[in-house]
């Protein structure tokens, strides 16, 4: 019989069975989930539900823990600091790797070598939105709109480098208008802002907003999609709306700490394939505005050397600088 310390000594998912009923190696040792930003903003929520069916699937507590801040980074550094056993793991917004790296000076961790990847998770499209109370219903109605105003117009994001900051200044530059950026942290903050009429508009996380644009307290001008989002069917695409090109869609991974055993990584990702492919829960996620990507380890790599050179270009376009 193996001893308690030999046991703990080991990665847990290592400790599982490759096939068959899952079960637990110790009960009493939940597996963190470091989140980089706020409770109730879209990461958070989808994080929660991935939680909730690996923790059906391996038998085993995955517990959410947030860690925000500096737009992502304080939960960056956490997960790449953490222990390389298995016990911890993150969800990762691809702007921390692909972007922030292009926005900040130094960062408390290497987007490179820090990390062993998991699994793509999601992507989540995001929405220009504004108060249901301003008088615009379009993205033309908004910039001439914009234009009228003496002491312009300002967007808001949860920071400097994510994709909803450069989503907000890239729509500006498309549209031909001037708006200054204001960062909150997440649209639990942002949300009430724009309602309140402290920012006019904001180009967020579809999933944050579906709620308060099917209440009518928020108006969708466009979707940042090729195709018009399932659960808003009314709501134009950029280039419906007047802006060809204009395709961005934010997107989350599941990483470790670099250490973290091949084994471990390879069994997450594969259970998490395994769940994202239940027909149900992908038009769960499509209500809460995600669209559910899981992928191989290899897959993730692939996808942000991918896309790298594509968010240098946005970020350039968009005229945001390096803090």
Do not use: C
């Amino acid at each position: 019989m193996l001893n308690r310390r030999a046991i703990l000594a080991t990665p847990f998912i290592a400790a599982l069975p490759l096939a068959g009923r899952a079960q637990a190696a110790w009960p009493d040792r939940p597996v963190r989930v470091i989140v980089g930003f706020p409770p109730g903003g879209s990461l958070d929520v989808m994080t929660r539900l991935a939680a909730e069916q690996m923790g059906q699937r391996l038998g085993q507590p995955f517990v959410v823990e947030t860690r925000s801040g500096a737009s992502g980074n304080i939960g960056m550094e956490a997960l790449a600091r953490a222990t390389p056993d298995g016990y911890t793991i993150g969800t990762v917004s691809m702007h921390n790797l692909l972007i922030n790296p292009l926005l900040f000076k130094k960062l408390p961790y290497d987007p490179e070598r820090d990390f062993a990847w998991i699994s793509a998770m999601w992507d989540l499209p995001n929405v220009a939105v504004v108060p249901a109370q301003l008088p615009v219903r379009s993205i033309a109605e908004l910039a001439a709109w914009a234009k009228q105003r003496p002491n312009g117009v300002s967007f808001g994001s949860s920071g400097v480098g994510t994709t909803i900051h450069l989503s907000g200044a890239y729509l500006a530059g498309r549209a031909g208008f001037e708006a200054q950026h204001v960062t909150f942290r997440g649209a639990a903050q942002t949300i009430p802002a724009l309602l309140s009429g402290d920012i006019q508009y904001a180009v967020d996380n579809l999933a944050s907003y579906v709620g308060v644009i099917q209440e009518g307290r928020m108006r969708a001008l466009a979707v940042s999609l090729p195709e018009r989002w399932p659960a808003l069917p009314d709501v134009p695409t950029m280039a419906e709306a007047g802006l060809p090109n204009f395709e961005v869609s934010p997107w989350h991974m599941w990483a470790a700490p670099r250490g973290t055993p091949q084994a471990v990584t390879e069994r997450l990702s594969a259970e998490i394939r395994a769940a994202w492919a239940d027909p149900a829960l992908q038009q769960r996620a499509i209500g809460m505005g995600a669209r559910l990507t899981g992928s191989t380890p290899a897959g993730l790599a692939e996808r942000l050397a991918k896309e790298r050179p594509i968010w240098a270009e946005m970020v350039k376009v968009s005229g945001a600088q390096p803090e």
